[in-house]
């Protein structure tokens, strides 16, 4: 391996890996391997966007921490590409589902636990997310196609969405 990158473990002095690992499997968290892939201009570049974009990774909501190995960068064709196995340890499902929606890897390995067990809320709660990040792709798309008027209707029509929705829960949140 080209080397091993602990970012940051946001954890008591106190305790070990293992025991904050053990307590939060036991609270509904996931340990994963994650494997993520760059490509650049230059190995540096490379090497740096990796341990740059896993420090990220450490920062989202939900990550309890991460620890990375990156791999030698390789060049092909003139194209640096190297990958990084990424050991995450995510509060819940709806984490490892927002990571993999958010950051597109190529792999998951899911450790521990051995079986995904999800409550109606969280199970909603990830169907929420896909939904959101799928409606974000949209807008995105939908922005840089559409002339300027079409593009103003459309953010029209998300608004007045966003509402229905907000009202939806609420209502839900009643009953």
């Given at each position: 391996?080209?080397?091993?990158?602990?970012?940051?473990?946001?954890?008591?002095?106190?305790?070990?890996?293992?025991?904050?690992?053990?307590?939060?499997?036991?609270?509904?968290?996931?340990?994963?391997?994650?494997?993520?892939?760059?490509?650049?201009?230059?190995?540096?570049?490379?090497?740096?966007?990796?341990?740059?974009?896993?420090g990220r990774?450490?920062?989202?909501?939900g990550v309890?921490?991460?620890?990375?190995?990156?791999?030698?960068?390789?060049?092909?064709?003139?194209?640096?590409?190297?990958?990084?196995?990424?050991?995450?340890?995510?509060?819940?499902?709806?984490?490892?589902?927002?990571?993999?929606?958010?950051?597109?890897?190529?792999?998951?390995?899911?450790?521990?636990?051995?079986?995904?067990?999800?409550?109606?809320?969280?199970?909603?709660?990830?169907?929420?997310?896909?939904?959101?990040?799928?409606?974000?792709?949209?807008?995105?798309?939908?922005?840089?196609?559409?002339?300027?008027?079409?593009?103003?209707?459309?953010?029209?029509?998300?608004?007045?969405?966003?509402?229905?929705?907000?009202?939806?829960?609420?209502?839900?949140?009643?009953?």
């Open positions: 391996m080209f080397g091993k990158y602990p970012i940051r473990e946001n954890m008591a002095k106190e305790k070990s890996v293992d025991e904050i690992t053990d307590d939060a499997i036991r609270e509904g968290g996931y340990l994963a391997n994650v494997y993520f892939d760059l490509h650049g201009s230059t190995e540096d570049a490379v090497k740096n966007l990796m341990v740059g974009f896993i990774l450490t920062k989202e909501q309890i921490y991460a620890v990375g190995e990156i791999d030698k960068p390789e060049v092909k064709d003139g194209m640096f590409s190297t990958w990084a196995s990424v050991k995450l340890l995510a509060k819940d499902f709806s984490t490892m589902v927002r990571i993999a929606l958010q950051y597109s890897p190529i792999g998951v390995e899911i450790l521990r636990p051995q079986q995904v067990d999800l409550t109606l809320g969280e199970a909603q709660s990830v169907l929420l997310d896909i939904s959101q990040t799928s409606q974000n792709f949209t807008r995105l798309i939908m922005e840089r196609t559409l002339s300027k008027d079409d593009a103003a209707q459309y953010g029209k029509k998300m608004m007045q969405r966003a509402e229905l929705g907000k009202r939806l829960l609420e209502r839900a949140g009643k009953k």
